[in-house]
């Protein structure tokens, strides 16, 4: 079983819908990484978050380290949202870490 | 401001046949890593440093080397490229404070076939 799961691995939305993807890991986490990766290719960090909530334009991150679980929401969503969203936890190990990652959500926002 | 480069973009490998990938980033960041990504699985950590003169493994590290002989680089190599190396390499890099990592920020990636 992966450390990190992600659901759905694909998801198609109209534009403007409100759009969740999940992310649920089964160990230990300093902190949680949300990482878009454009249909190019390159990698962008969106947030990285080790409690609460973070909010950054249209998109929301939340984190409850209780239930070891983690949601990416993305509001009035567009089409220049499609992209492959990626969920990545940090494992601390004798004071390196490390990141773990999920095998990412396919995001199609349709016009 | 460049960020975090790798050169080269694309290559193409005989099986046997070395190389090195290398990563530059202009940001003065301490934490360097280099990563596998492959069709149906996520990314998967090869080699790590956390600091100029350090190496250490991740969770995919066979067949691989590296060295960081000056903060602002991290070398990947291959002694003898197999065809299951065959993937897209990504390199990141990251500020720490107090010996923890933060935001990671990533190379453009580096596309190898190995035939």
């Known amino acids: 079983k992966n450390e990190v799961e992600q659901s759905p691995q694909n998801l198609t939305a109209q534009e403007g819908e409100f759009i969740t993807i999940n992310c649920s890991y089964s160990?230990?986490?300093?902190?949680l990484h949300w990482l878009q990766q454009h249909p190019g290719g390159g990698i962008v960090s969106l947030f990285m978050?080790?409690?609460g909530k973070k909010k950054h334009g249209r998109l929301i991150a939340t984190i409850n380290i209780q239930e070891k679980h983690s949601s990416l929401h993305i509001t009035a969503s567009h089409p220049r949202d499609s992209a492959v969203y990626i969920c990545?936890?940090?494992?601390?190990?004798?004071?390196?870490?490390?990141?773990?990652f999920g095998k990412g959500t396919k995001l199609t926002v349709n016009p | 401001n460049a960020g975090v480069t790798q050169t080269p973009k694309f290559r193409v490998l005989k099986t046997g046949q070395s190389m090195t990938l290398l990563c530059a980033q202009d940001?003065?960041?301490?934490?360097m890593y280099w990563y596998r990504q492959d069709p149906g699985m996520g990314l998967r950590l090869i080699h790590y440093?956390?600091?100029?003169?350090?190496?250490a493994k991740g969770e995919v590290p066979d067949g691989y080397n590296v060295s960081r002989l000056k903060k602002q680089n991290f070398l990947l190599g291959l002694e003898s490229a197999a065809p299951s190396q065959t993937s897209v390499y990504f390199c990141?890099?990251?500020?720490?404070?107090?010996?923890?990592?933060?935001?990671?920020?990533f190379g453009p990636g580096t596309r190898l076939t190995v035939t």
């Open positions: 978050l080790s409690s």
């Open positions: 160990v230990g986490i300093s902190a």
């Open positions: 940001m003065n960041h301490e934490y």
């Open positions: 990141a890099s990251s500020f720490e404070i107090g010996g923890s990592s933060y935001e990671q920020y």
């Open positions: 990545a936890v940090i494992k601390t190990r004798g004071g390196s870490e490390k990141l773990v």
């Open positions: 440093s956390v600091g100029e003169g350090t190496t």
